[in-house]
T-cell receptor, first 112, second 114 residues
Framework: QKEVEQDPGPLSVPEGAIVSLNCTYSNSAFQYFMWYRQYSRKGPELLMYTYSSGNKEDGRFTAQVDKSSKYISLFIRDSQPSDSATYLCAMSAGNAGNMLTFGGGTRLMVKP | DVKVTQSSRYLVKRTGEKVFLECVQDMDHENMFWYRQDPGLGLRLIYFSYDVKMKEKGDIPEGYSVSREKKERFSLILESASTNQTSMYLC?????????????FGPGTRLTVL
């Protein structure tokens, strides 16, 4: 079993839909939770970052962490074609050297 | 603007060749990382370095080595390339030894080994 599990998709939604992307993990030491967005032929870039449990909102994006269930989510409201990308969750225990453990990524397609 | 550059976007090599992938960051970051990305497997850490001339093995170091002679440059070396090393290679950097820091990624090198 992988340490971080993520549905690979692809997930196809119409423009304007609410998108829910999820990851589950097994390592209870993880404290830092991130979502990276990766456009085709580009490197990943940080989209959202959350420490411990709770919600964080940034514009159309909301990140949720439920440490008791070892489950994290990213919600995208009013999805746009420009949101079409692969979304990678990543986690860290906060150890020296800042190691991240990544999920496999979910490919999202938002159709006009 | 933060920048991580990689020497090649696309590379085609033959089995048994020695391959060098170069990464340069201009942010004065202490930490640098090499990952490979394969469909369904996400990013897997090959090696990382938290200081000049320092290196640590990641999750999948077999068949790879690294070099960090200067703070801004981190090289990944495939001593004898094999077909199972065909992949997307991503370099990243982050500042300091603190609990969390964002990793900044380069655009990636797509390596094909024939």
């Amino acid at each position: 079993q992988k340490e971080v599990e993520q549905d690979p998709g692809p997930l196809s939604v119409p423009e304007g839909a609410i998108v829910s992307l999820n990851c589950t993990y097994s390592n209870s030491a993880f404290q830092y939770f991130m979502w990276y967005r990766q456009y085709s032929r580009k490197g990943p870039e940080l989209l959202m970052y959350t420490y411990s449990s709770g919600n964080k909102e940034d514009g159309r994006f909301t990140a949720q962490v439920d440490k008791s269930s070892k489950y994290i989510s990213l919600f995208i409201r009013d999805s746009q074609p420009s949101d079409s990308a692969t979304y990678l969750c990543a986690m860290s225990a906060g150890n020296a050297g800042n190691m991240l453990t990544f999920g496999g990524g979910t490919r999202l397609m938002v159709k006009p | 603007d933060v920048k991580v550059t990689q020497s090649s976007r696309y590379l085609v090599k033959r089995t048994g060749e020695k391959v060098f992938l170069e990464c340069v960051q201009d942010m004065d970051h202490e930490n640098m990382f090499w990952y490979r990305q394969d469909p369904g497997l996400g990013l897997r850490l090959i090696y990382f370095s938290y200081d000049v001339k320092m290196k640590e093995k990641g999750d999948i170091p077999e068949g790879y080595s690294v070099s960090r002679e200067k703070k801004e440059r981190f090289s990944l070396i495939l001593e004898s390339a094999s077909t199972n090393q065909t992949s997307m290679y991503l370099c990243a950097s982050s500042p300091g030894l603190v609990s969390y820091n964002e990793q900044f990624f380069g655009p990636g090198t797509r390596l094909t080994v024939l």
